[in-house]
């Protein structure tokens, strides 16, 4: 073979071999991208499951949801019933309420002494649940700061008379005015002993507001058909339209027997 036959093949497996190491280099570039893409990928996902777990922690005020705080002496399942009443009442009066809502207020003018009288009687035990849907209904907080107040009044011992004052003083439904903290505080001067620091801080940071929010869901979950919802040990007596507050009163003392 001629020296120049055998330098043309030197150099044809010269230029193969630089063919092959050029190639080489390609496919690892090209696997470092794909590396690099596989990883903003999973981190973009992380940050989207991040940004997710982050607003699972707000509420729809865009605030960051608190633990659940129960009232003090709150009963039943997951502490959602505020009891009034001695517990050796023959009779359970249960009662789900919002605080905005104007059917609410014309149950507790209409019914409020009558149930006042058989409670100091110790003939009745009454568990207030709190609900929020005009809240859901008309847009707004007023339901579920008034709701965190009652809750708060219940800490200081003072949840009936606050209560009370609450539904006297309601606004109209499309009215949030209890969505402003003063307001309720303003209220809460109505009734002796409950304006304190304590009260106002609870007030203020919304201490119990989750607490509200889950007895709201247990509402909803309870398919009643709205507010208020009163039940006579299970029976639902607010659907009975010959009820009165004498005849309550009449079934109560007959249970009492």
């Not at 044809?12 to 470092?32: I, M, P, T």
């Not at 104007?102 to 009687?121: G, S, V």
Request: net charge negative; with cysteine; hydrophobic share 35%.
């Amino acid at each position: 073979m001629s020296e120049k036959n055998r330098e043309g093949k030197r150099t044809a497996r010269q230029k193969l071999a630089a063919e092959r190491e050029k190639q080489k280099s390609k496919d690892k570039r090209r696997r470092a991208l794909i590396v690099g893409a596989s990883v903003v990928c999973v981190l973009g996902l992380a940050a989207v499951i991040g940004v997710l777990g982050a607003n699972a922690g707000k509420d729809d005020g865009g605030e960051e949801a608190g633990p659940v705080v129960a009232p003090s002496g709150a009963q039943g399942k997951d502490s959602l019933a505020i009891p009034v009443g001695k517990e050796s009442a023959k009779s359970t009066l249960t009662i789900w309420e919002d605080f905005r809502c104007p059917a609410c207020k014309t149950f507790e003018l209409a019914y409020r002494d009558t149930i006042h009288e058989l409670t100091e009687a110790g003939q009745l035990k009454v568990e207030y649940h709190l609900a929020t849907i005009i809240d859901g209904n008309m847009g707004g907080t007023g339901s579920r700061k008034a709701a965190n107040a009652a809750a708060c009044a219940q800490d200081a011992g003072k949840f009936t008379p606050y209560h009370d004052v609450l539904f006297t003083n309601q606004p109209a439904e499309s009215d949030d005015a209890f969505a402003d903290e003063n307001k309720l505080l303003d209220l809460a001067r109505e009734v002796d002993g409950l304006d304190t620091t304590l009260f106002q801080e609870c007030v203020k940071n919304g201490t119990h507001n989750s607490w509200v929010e889950k007895s709201n869901e247990a509402f909803l979950d309870g398919g009643f058909g709205g507010t208020p919802t009163v039940l006579l040990d299970g029976k639902n007596i607010y659907q009975d339209r010959s009820m009165t507050p004498e005849k309550l009163k009449q079934m109560v003392s007959d249970a009492d027997k």
